[in-house]
């Protein structure tokens, strides 16, 4: 009982979010020789499954690698017209598998994993993070990512398509606008 009670201030947003499946996480496959370097810089949000922490429009990360091999993840957006930031932290978790990241932003959500199922690090990257509560069901969020403010749509495509071969359910799916932002 004491569980529950601890959970629940977490689940209601998530709920509300509507991102609970019932099962266990899937499993999927991350990149390959993952290259960490590569991917660090200046990430733009091309689309997102629906997440409570995410409202605003010109959604980009920024990732920059720290001396002691942590990453530095610090998110922006534009919400009613100010800029919004958040800075999180980022860290390897298997070292045999670096496309497996786990992160942390302070305040929004506990720790939670962080990985990168697709990226040529020079235009878009796949991203996804899925918790099990309770081994009854799952929490998940997934990601588009562009270095640029758009993507063609067979690209988007495609992305959503590595997606859906991995077992996760992409059809909540939402553009995020990366209009008149700069
Ligand atoms: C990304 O973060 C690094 C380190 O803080 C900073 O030097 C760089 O200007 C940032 N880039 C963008 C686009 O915000
Ligand atoms: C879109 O996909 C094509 C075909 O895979 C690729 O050559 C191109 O670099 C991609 N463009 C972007 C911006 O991701």
């Known amino acids: 009982m004491a569980c529950f009670v601890f959970i629940l201030p977490l689940l209601l947003p998530l709920m509300k979010a509507q991102v609970l499946h019932w099962g266990s996480c899937p499993e999927p496959v991350t990149q390959p020789e993952f290259n960490l370097k590569q991917f660090m810089g200046r990430w733009f949000e091309i689309a997102r499954l629906p997440a409570q922490f995410e409202k605003g429009r010109c959604i980009e990360t920024n990732f920059t690698l720290n001396v002691d091999g942590s990453i530095q993840v610090v998110s922006s957006e534009i919400l009613k017209g100010g800029i919004r930031k958040i800075a999180g932290r980022a860290t390897v978790v298997d070292p045999k598998n670096p496309a497996k990241l786990g992160i942390s932003f302070p ?41 640029s403010r758009s993507l063609p749509a067979p690209n988007i495509s495609h992305a959503k398509d590595i997606f859906t071969s991995n077992s996760v359910d992409v059809s909540r799916m939402v553009l995020t606008s990366q209009q008149g932002c700069d």
């Open 107 to 147: 305040h929004v959500l506990p720790y939670a994993p962080y990985w990168i199922l697709s990226t040529d690090y020079v235009n878009s990257a796949v991203m996804y993070s899925c918790t099990d509560v309770l081994k009854l069901f799952h929490v998940d969020f997934a990601w588009i990512l562009s270095r």
